[in-house]
T-cell receptor
Framework: DSGVTQTPKHLITATGQRVTLRCSPR?????VYWYQQSLDQGLQFLIQ???????AKGNILERFSAQQFPDLHSELNLSSLELGDSALYFC????????????????FGSGTRLTVV | GNSVTQMEGPVTLSEEAFLTINCTYT??????LFWYVQYPGEGLQLLLK?????DKGSNKGFEATYRKETTSFHLEKGSVQVSDSAVYFC????????????FGTGTRLLVSP
């Protein structure tokens, strides 16, 4: 157990629907990161939050949004789902996010496998 | 921007063979470098890291040396086991600002008995 909890582990939904993925970071970690892993595009960074505030955005579609709550858990909302959104979605956390301490790696959750049918 | 290039997989080896997975990077300044491993059905786990030039990261028999002159961080293991079969990701993180981890495309390793 890495300490990062993601729910649900598996999700099957239809095109056009909306889903919410949840992540609880490792105790003490303030930063949360979301990644999408698909077969054809590898591991893509979506978005980062630090202590409730958005800090960096990557290749995140406008149909996707995220937030981090006061208790530091985070949710990734995916709407108007398309077949191409089928992927593994990973959440990761770290203690701090400033580059001056960049020797910290991330701790990953086990992911949510989303299948859009 | 920062980027990481890994050798294409899959890499297929017999048990006890020597492993090298090549990784090169492009970055400004002095990034930190990482190797992550993903076993089937699991998330990514940090395998080893190096934070400055000539540092050697090591863990579970795996090693990688931060080579600034060749911008490389190749992963090596002297004798692989079947249990090492997994996907290996090279990654870097810049050392200024709100830097995120940038991953390579991953290299699948298959070890047969």
């Amino acid at each position: 157990d890495s300490g990062v909890t993601q729910t649900p582990k598996h999700l099957i939904t239809a095109t056009g629907q909306r889903v919410t993925l949840r992540c609880s970071p490792r105790s003490g970690d303030l930063s949360v990161y979301w990644y999408q892993q698909s077969l054809d595009q590898g591991l893509q960074f979506l978005i980062q939050y630090y202590n409730g505030e958005e800090r960096a955005k990557g290749n995140i579609l406008e149909r996707f949004s995220a937030q981090q709550f006061p208790d530091l858990h985070s949710e990734l909302n995916l709407s108007s789902l398309e077949l191409g959104d089928s992927a593994l979605y990973f959440c990761a956390s770290s203690e701090i996010q400033t580059g001056t301490r960049s020797n910290y790696g991330y701790t990953f959750g086990s992911g949510t496998r989303l299948t859009v049918v | 921007g920062n980027s990481v290039t890994q050798m294409e997989g899959p890499v297929t080896l017999s048990e006890e063979a020597f492993l090298t997975i090549n990784c090169t990077y492009t970055a400004t300044g002095y990034p930190s470098l990482f190797w992550y491993v993903q076993y089937p059905g699991e998330g990514l786990q940090l395998l080893l890291k190096a934070t400055k030039a000539d540092d050697k990261g090591s863990n579970k028999g795996f090693e990688a040396t931060y080579r600034k002159e060749t911008t490389s961080f190749h992963l090596e293991k002297g004798s692989v086991q079947v249990s090492d079969s997994a996907v290996y990701f090279c990654a870097l993180r810049g050392n200024t600002g709100f830097q995120k981890l940038v991953f390579g495309t991953g290299t699948r390793l298959l070890v047969s008995p």
